[in-house]
């Protein structure tokens, strides 16, 4: 499932007219579910914030097919509306920040040790961009780097813990698999069905792991046919696109067999479901 957004260049209709507390005007309001440009213009986000919005589970997609370009009820604007302290607080649970040196400042500390941090695990990205210079720039969320700052005061100052100095010396970057597993989790949230699951968990093993995984040629056709697409901001360019397409997939061992068996529980529970209805893949 996609979030449909405007392209780069286009006229821009983030923000749609309120009319008052109430929001848009009664006779603006279209009948039946909105498309995600449409959605983001009613609640007041920016592209950037309603897919991220959307991403969190903050604002749910409606029910419908799994491809194309998610809808969303009127029902559910009005839920999100209806939080408290909108929209103030949904930009606040939604605002990102780019790379060391803006994290840092977040923090209050400096990029250095704000990259240990991350590294180490301790900070998990929420996203990633890809600069001119084809290097991964991570994307966190600030209220996140405030509540840990608050949480951990003494990671700020001092020198790092001992597990922080081993898995410095041994060369770990914790971030690209913590965003891996975030990113999984999320999606698995929003899935409908074992076949599903299946397929997010498919779409993170390299391709070799997945063949050995499932043999069956025409199970592999339909986790592809389910397979997610790529988050929120992947590039398109191809050079660009090449460097974001290995985060994708897990690396590590010890990741790829924990995708690897929660994706044989997956086609478990998937293989089963198809065997009660006598098809093959969803129902």
């Known amino acids: 499932m996609k979030v449909e957004m405007p392209e780069r260049g286009a006229v821009r209709t983030d923000r749609v007219p309120r009319g008052g507390a109430g929001g848009v005007r009664a006779d603006a309001r279209p009948e039946g579910p909105l498309s995600g440009m449409r959605a983001a213009g009613e609640l007041g986000l920016s592209r950037s914030e309603f897919a991220r919005a959307v991403q969190l589970g903050l604002v749910r997609p409606g029910p419908g097919p799994g491809s194309g370009a998610a809808r969303f009820t009127r029902a559910e604007l009005d839920r999100v509306r209806a939080g408290e302290g909108f929209p103030r607080e949904l930009r606040a649970r939604v605002e990102t920040t780019a790379g060391a040196d803006a994290g840092a400042r977040v923090l209050g500390v400096g990029p250095s040790r704000f990259t240990r941090l991350a590294r180490c ?163």
């Open 121 to 283: 695990g301790r900070l998990t990205p929420v996203g990633y961009r890809i600069n001119r210079y084809r290097a991964v720039v991570w994307l966190y969320l600030a209220a996140e780097l405030r509540e840990f700052a608050a949480r951990e005061p003494g990671m700020l100052r001092g020198a790092a813990p001992p597990e922080d100095r081993r898995l410095m010396a041994a060369g770990a970057d914790l971030r690209p698999p913590g965003w891996r597993a975030r990113h999984v989790g999320l999606l698995l949230r929003r899935t409908a069905g074992p076949w599903e699951r299946a397929a997010v968990l498919a779409s993170v093993l390299p391709e070799e792991e997945l063949r050995a995984a499932v043999p069956d040629p025409a199970e592999r056709i339909v986790l592809a046919a389910l397979a997610p697409p790529p988050p929120y901001g992947h590039p398109r360019v191809p050079a660009a696109e090449a460097v974001a397409r290995r985060l994708l997939l897990a690396e590590p061992p010890d990741e790829v067999r924990g995708y690897r068996t929660g994706l044989d529980a997956a086609l478990a529970g998937a293989r089963g479901q198809s065997n009660s209805t006598g098809e093959r893949g969803p129902t």
